[in-house]
Each structure stands twice: as structure tokens, then as C-alpha cells.
């Protein structure tokens, strides 16, 4: 494995806080797009750090695209604890400083990570989906590692963690169980499948970014989201962080992460899908803000 050439105690973390209007977009619309905040040599790193792990992928690894599909879209999951680099950038970049700004404390829980690669010509789009899993505050730290045009990047529906209301995607998310409902639905309903937003795409206010290497967006994770593919010439990479309050806790429909705790901490652990579970172990540090 070729070794990263910085080291990351020689990067330096440049101090960034968030803006009161910052926060008031994140807590309104459910996300925030800040504009250079990641220092460039990090984003190199993590280039690198993706390459590192698509060389070695982990058990986690997954191909979105079928053979004879146009371009590529892959990712991999629990990328800390599978390729060391990712955890250097958690630990010596500015990263868990945003988080903490996020829920307004001196810590900031780090959930899980993962990368995405969408290769030229992919046409397979990310679907639209929420992020469910955990019960509190939960956002994640989307951190696109090259030049990421909007018909390219994340795609968001403003204000729509506030619906109070759990969609599922049947075939992007088989994991999650409908019976596994986090919120009550106002009118007291199981979780609904997603709409189709893409065939009414004016009946909805959908928020889009062109964005840079040293931007990032982040984002509430009942905030229903997806992209396109990558209909450019270039590939585009993304790192992702999901990150949590200091008390937030494992949801009823958190069935991969509790797998991961099962996983991680021997055949022994239960998986209680029927309880709230703190998040334990080494898995889901505290990171403390810094700067
Ligand atoms: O970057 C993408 O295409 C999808 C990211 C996403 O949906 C997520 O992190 O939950």
C-alpha cells in the first residue's frame, strides 16, 4: 500500500467556525454548504486514502452499477477503521470542530464514514432517501474530493426534516425493516415509500450546489436527499462522515449499525431492535472540537 507522502501531524487544521447564519440554514433548511473550510493538503490526503482503500476494499464494499452499465458508481463503508488514513484525517483535520459547531457542543459523536466514486458516464443516480439509524441530531459532513458540478452533486429537499415523516426507498434500502419506524408520523402512519420526486420535481424545493474540493455540505439526515450519476468527463469522489449529539442513540431502524456493534464486539452483543441503544464502544468516538 503506497504510504500517504504528508503527514497528517504536519498538516495544518485551519480553525473554522460556523456562522450563526450558517446554523440557521442547517437547523431550517436541514443543510449548509460552507465554502473552503477543508484545508487542500487534507483533501489530497483523502484522495489518496480513497485509492488506498479501492485497492484493498473492505467487506463493506459495493457496486451500485451492473456489468455493462455506463461509467461506475461504487462506494465502501467503516472506512476509518479499514484504511487508517481516513482516521488521521477524523483526528487531525478541522473535521469534528464543524461537527461539534453542529450540535452546539464541546464533542461531537462520529457515527460512521464511507466514500463514493461516481466514474464518467455513470447514469445510475443515488436515490432519494433519508438517512435513518439514529434518534437526535444526526447530520453528516458531505466533503466532495474533486470538482463536483450540480448536475453532479447532492441534491437535497429543503426544510424536509421537519415533515416528522419516514419514507423508505424499497430497493436502495432493503435493510430497513417498515415495521422499524423512528418517528411517529403526525397522523400516526408506518414509515411510506418515497415519493417520486424526480416526476414532480417543481412541486418540490430542491437545493443543489456546484462545489469545490475544500467546500463541503452538510446535512440532517431525515433531510430527504440523492444525486444523478456523473454525466462528465471527469470522476467525482466524495467523503462522507455521519456524525451524531453527544446523546443521540441508536434508532429502532438502525439495523446495519447495530450489526457493525455486533460485529465489532463479539457474537455475544445483542441486537435489541426494539430498544434505544447508547452508542459503545470504539466504533463511535467522542471527538472533541478543537481550534
Ligand atoms: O453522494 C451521493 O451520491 C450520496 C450520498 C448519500 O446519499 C449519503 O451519504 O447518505
Known amino acids: 500500500m503506497p504510504m500517504p507522502e504528508i503527514a497528517a501531524d504536519t498538516v ?7 456562522r450563526p447564519r ?10 449548509v454548504c460552507l465554502r473552503q473550510v477543508i484545508d487542500h493538503d487534507w483533501i489530497e490526503y483523502l484522495q489518496k486514502a480513497v485509492e488506498t482503500n479501492l485497492s484493498n476494499p473492505s467487506e463493506y464494499f459495493t457496486r451500485f452499477t451492473r456489468p455493462g452499465d455506463l461509467g461506475g458508481y461504487v462506494m465502501d463503508f467503516w472506512v476509518r ?3 487508517p488514513d481516513f482516521d488521521e484525517f477524523l483526528h487531525g483535520s478541522n473535521i469534528s470542530q464543524i461537527a461539534a459547531d453542529c450540535v452546539g457542543s464541546a464533542q461531537a459523536r462520529f457515527v460512521f464514514d464511507s466514500w463514493i466514486a461516481k466514474y464518467p458516464g455513470t447514469l445510475t443516480r443515488t436515490p432519494w432517501h433519508q ?6 441530531l444526526s447530520f453528516a459532513i458531505w466533503v466532495p474530493l474533486d470538482p463536483t458540478p450540480e448536475g453532479a452533486s447532492l441534491e437535497i429537499v429543503r426544510g424536509s426534516h421537519l415533515w416528522h415523516k419516514q419514507f423508505y426507498e424499497e430497493k436502495f434500502q432493503p435493510e430497513f425493516d417498515s415495521a422499524q419506524t423512528d418517528i411517529s ?6 414509515p411510506e415509500p418515497m415519493p417520486d420526486i424526480d416526476a414532480k420535481r417543481d412541486q418540490y424545493d430542491i437545493m443543489r450546489w456546484t462545489m469545490d474540493p475544500g467546500d463541503c455540505l452538510i446535512f440532517n439526515s431525515l433531510c430527504i436527499h440523492g444525486a444523478y450519476g456523473n454525466p462528465y468527463m471527469q470522476p467525482v469522489r466524495r467523503y462522507i462522515s455521519r456524525w451524531a449529539a453527544p446523546d443521540a442513540v ?5 439495523k446495519l449499525i447495530a450489526e457493525r456493534m455486533r460485529k465489532q464486539s463479539g457474537a455475544s452483543f ?5 430498544a434505544l441503544m447508547p452508542f459503545e464502544g470504539d466504533d463511535f468516538p467522542l471527538l472533541p472540537k478543537r481550534g
Open 81 to 83: 477503521s479499514h484504511t
Open 270 to 274: 445483542p441486537i435489541r431492535q426494539d
Open 250 to 254: 441508536l434508532a429502532p431502524s438502525g
Open 12 to 18: 495544518e487544521r485551519s480553525p473554522v467556525q460556523l
Open 22 to 31: 450558517d446554523l440557521e440554514a442547517f437547523n431550517e433548511d436541514g443543510a
Open 185 to 190: 408520523n403526525p397522523d400516526g402512519s408506518s
Open 131 to 136: 438517512d435513518w439509524g439514529i434518534l437526535g
